[in-house]
Nanobody
Framework: QVQLVESGGGLVQPGTSLTLSCTVS????????IAWFRQAPGKERETVSC????????YYANAAKGRFTISRDNAKNTVHLQIHSLKPEDTGVYLC??????????????????????WGQGTQVTVST
C-alpha cells in the first residue's frame, strides 16, 4: 500500500529551525520524486520543494529558496525538509506528495495539485511568539 506520512511539525518561535519528515512507501522513494507543499490558513496549497527520484536533484519555489533544504534518506525511506530562520508566514500545514514521476517536472510547471496522485495527511507548523 502506498503511503506518505509527515511528521515533525509543531509550535515554534520565529528565527528557529525545524525539520519535517515524510516517510514514504519503499516503492515510491526508490524511483519517484517527492514534493513538499504548504497550505496556509485561508490560502491555496502552494509548492515548496521537490527532490527528483531520477538523480536526487532538488528544486525550490522562489519563496523557499535560501531557507529551505530538501534531502532524501533512502535507507530510512524518508524525505526531509529543513526550514531555517522560521517566520510567521511559514505557518501552515506541510504536506508531501508524489506524482509517480522520476522528475520534478510537474513541480517546476507549477505543481498543480491534481497532478499528484499520493498525499500524506500533513503536519502543522505554527510559527509564533
Amino acid at each position: 500500500q502506498v503511503q506518505l506520512v509527515e511528521s515533525g511539525g509543531g509550535l515554534v518561535q520565529p528565527g528557529t529551525s525545524l525539520t519535517l519528515s515524510c516517510t514514504v512507501s519503499e516503492e515510491l522513494l526508490d524511483f519517484y520524486s517527492i514534493a513538499w507543499f504548504r497550505q496556509a490558513p485561508g490560502k491555496e496549497r502552494e509548492t515548496v520543494s521537490c527532490i527528483a527520484g531520477s538523480d536526487g536533484s532538488t528544486y525550490y519555489a522562489n519563496a523557499a529558496k535560501g531557507r529551505f533544504t530538501i534531502s532524501r534518506d533512502n535507507a530510512k525511506n524518508t524525505v526531509h525538509l529543513q526550514i531555517h530562520s522560521l517566520k510567521p508566514e511559514d505557518t501552515g500545514v506541510y504536506l508531501c506528495a508524489s506524482d509517480r514521476s522520476w522528475t520534478c517536472t510537474n513541480f517546476l510547471r507549477g505543481g498543480h495539485v491534481s497532478e499528484y496522485e499520493y498525499w500524506g495527511q500533513g503536519t502543522q507548523v505554527t510559527v509564533s511568539t
